[in-house]
């Protein structure tokens, strides 16, 4: 048996936004990042739009990139405070995987973060409020999947939490949001949506339900994110929808070691973070490559190559054009081809290797390396991140 979860009610198109003042409450808490929202307007129409639908209005903002843990229970605690019985959180994934924390420690106060991190063990929420959410990003799909990006900075460490539970019950996607993004996020969120979809697709835990979204986000971005990333908004409107789609098919079959590794090296440097969605464009060739020695992967990969279009006349042939196609949108996308290259090479070589039994060992247990469709183990991820490191052949 399987579980296929979405939002109760997705609005989409432009001008979504204004479903807001249709949702029904007293009192809700509006969790947004940095000002972008703000700068743009969204903020203040989104505070106008709940109070249209009779409610108070708090803001919690100011959640940072790669939202800690820290930030997670102080918005809890802002939350117990007011009461509210909605959560809308507008933004990036950051703010809105932040939202989904802070909701748990709100509904239970007394729940621990070492307990959220066991896959599905979340408690039953929605014992005091509902959540819904808005994205200004085309990427992470947060605002339809059952999954939060919570960073232990103390300890280095990115938590992917995983339950049912916090997939929103209103998810609106508005392209005028996305339509304020700058190139470089364009281009690393769309290769995160491509990795979403592209690992969902073959996922030991595709099915029937998720196959078809993942096909079709998989098309939908290797047609529109390049031109979405020159300034093409009627692309960019386009790849607001992919994104969305990618995260249905993969809140619903999960992922695999792409995400794996980029949970595990984004902050794990002290030279900087490495950007999540830039990460998983590094990554996704190599392990392409890795996975396919396993004959059922190989074809799920030939199967998406001859999906969109590209030439091979066996299954080896289409895989390594499926391969050179993303490479290819990463050239075009100025994206590094490995660790090495990253921001003009901030993630230092010796740390890197010093830190790589560690981090290899993290990236096996990550949520997401059980759906993977070739099993790894530690001296393989080893090998596997040096690869990225280095821009090596992987043939092992």
Known sequence: MARFTLPRDLYHGKGALENLKNLTGKRAIVVVGGGSMKRFGFLDKVEAYLKEAGMEVKLFEGVEPDPSVETVMRGAAAMREFQPDWIVSIGGGSPIDAAKAMWAFYE???????????????????????????????????????????????????????????????????????????????????????????????????????????????????????????????????????????????????????????????????????????????????????NAKEAAAAKRYAEIARFIGLSGSTTEELVDALIAHIKGMNKQLDIPSCIRDYEGGIIDEKEFLEKLPKVAELAVGDACTGSNPRKITPAEMEKLLKACYYDEEVDF
Not at 116 to 134: E, G, M, S, V
Not at 138 to 162: M, Q, R
Not at 174 to 192: F, I, N, R, S, V
Not at 273 to 285: D, K, Q, R, S
């Open 108 to 290: 239970y106060p007394d729940t621990t973060f070492e307990g959220l991190c066991i896959p599905f063990n979340f408690p039953t929420l929605r014992t005091k409020a509902k959540f819904c959410a808005i994205p200004s990003t085309s990427g992470t799909a947060t605002e339809v999947t059952a999954f939060s990006v919570i960073t232990d900075y103390e300890k280095g460490i990115k938590y992917p939490l995983a339950d049912f539970n916090i997939t929103p019950d209103v998810a609106i996607v508005d392209p005028e949001l996305a339509e304020t993004m700058p190139k470089k996020l364009t281009a690393h969120t769309g290769m995160d949506a491509m990795t979403h979809a592209i690992e969902a697709y073959v996922s030991t835990l595709n099915c029937d339900y998720t196959d078809p979204l993942a096909l079709h986000a998989i098309k939908m971005i290797s047609e529109f994110l390049i031109d979405s990333y020159n300034g093409n908004m009627e692309a960019r409107d386009r790849m607001h929808n992919a994104q969305c789609l990618a995260g249905m098919a993969f809140s619903n079959a999960l992922l695999g070691i792409v995400h794996s590794m980029a949970h595990k090296t984004g902050a794990a440097y002290s030279g900087g973070h490495i950007v999540h969605g830039c990460a998983n464009a590094m990554y996704l060739p190599k392990v392409i490559k890795f």
